[in-house]
């Protein structure tokens, strides 16, 4: 168990409808990831948060955004959902900001099924 | 570009045979190399992280090194408990993210 948490743990929804992924880091970690993995890319980056501000952009549609609160637990918002964005989605955190070497501990995923 | 390339992309071995996976990359500036291992459905689970050509790491029967060009994880009589795809990563220059490899798959047969 990494100890971040991520919720839930399968979601199944129809096109064009909207869903939020939420993830809890671990203790004391301030950054968060989101990474999209898929059968055919492999874990992407999507985005980076650290102490609740917006720190770097990977590949993310304009269609997703995501926030990272006070308690920094962090959201992925995806909309406007496409048969295309079925994959898993994986949050990971870590203590520090990039300008350190930091291991990034994963979370269990969520399913993302869009029917 | 920064990337990963892993190889094989599959691997199938039989209990007790020993074997390496391949990871090598082009960064600007590597600031670590990552192992983690993945099983079905699952997150990637932290195994090593390695900073600089020369240094190695090791953990039961699995042994990481890293060279300017390359790393490898080498699988000393691995039994069919080790079957998991191992992930290679990299994090490099002013990025905080990792860059990954798409992954070796092994399968470890009784």
């Known amino acids: 168990d990494s100890g971040v948490t991520q919720t839930p743990k399968h979601l199944i929804t129809a096109t064009g409808q909207r869903v939020t992924l939420r993830c809890s880091p671990r203790s004391g970690d301030l950054s968060v990831y989101w990474y999209q993995q898929s059968l055919d890319q492999g874990l992407q980056f999507l985005i980076q948060?650290?102490?609740?501000?917006?720190?770097a952009k990977g590949n993310i549609l304009e269609r997703f955004s995501a926030q990272q609160f006070p308690d920094l637990h962090s959201e992925l918002n995806l909309s406007s959902l496409e048969l295309g964005d079925s994959a898993l989605y994986f949050c990971?955190?870590?203590?520090?900001?990039?300008?350190?070497?930091?291991?990034?501990?994963f979370g269990p995923g969520t399913r993302l099924t869009v029917l | 570009e920064d990337q990963v390339t892993q190889s094989p992309e599959a691997l199938r071995l039989q209990e007790g045979e020993s074997s390496s996976l391949n990871c090598s990359y082009t960064?600007?500036?590597?600031?670590?190399l990552f192992w983690y291992r993945q099983d079905p459905g699952k997150g990637p689970e932290f195994l090593f992280t390695?900073?600089?050509a020369g240094e190695e790491k090791e953990k039961e029967r699995l042994k990481a090194t890293l060279t300017k060009k390359e790393s490898f994880l080498h699988i000393t009589a691995p039994k069919p408990e080790d079957s998991a795809t191992y992930l290679c990563?990299?994090?490099?220059?002013?990025?905080?993210?990792?860059?990954f490899g798409k992954g070796t798959k092994l399968s470890v047969k009784p």
């Open positions: 960064v600007s500036g590597l600031r670590g």
């Open positions: 948060y650290y102490n609740g501000e917006e720190r």
């Open positions: 390695l900073y600089s």
């Open positions: 990563a990299v994090l490099g220059g002013s990025q905080g993210n990792l860059i």
């Open positions: 990971a955190s870590s203590v520090e900001v990039s300008g350190a070497t930091d291991t990034q501990y």
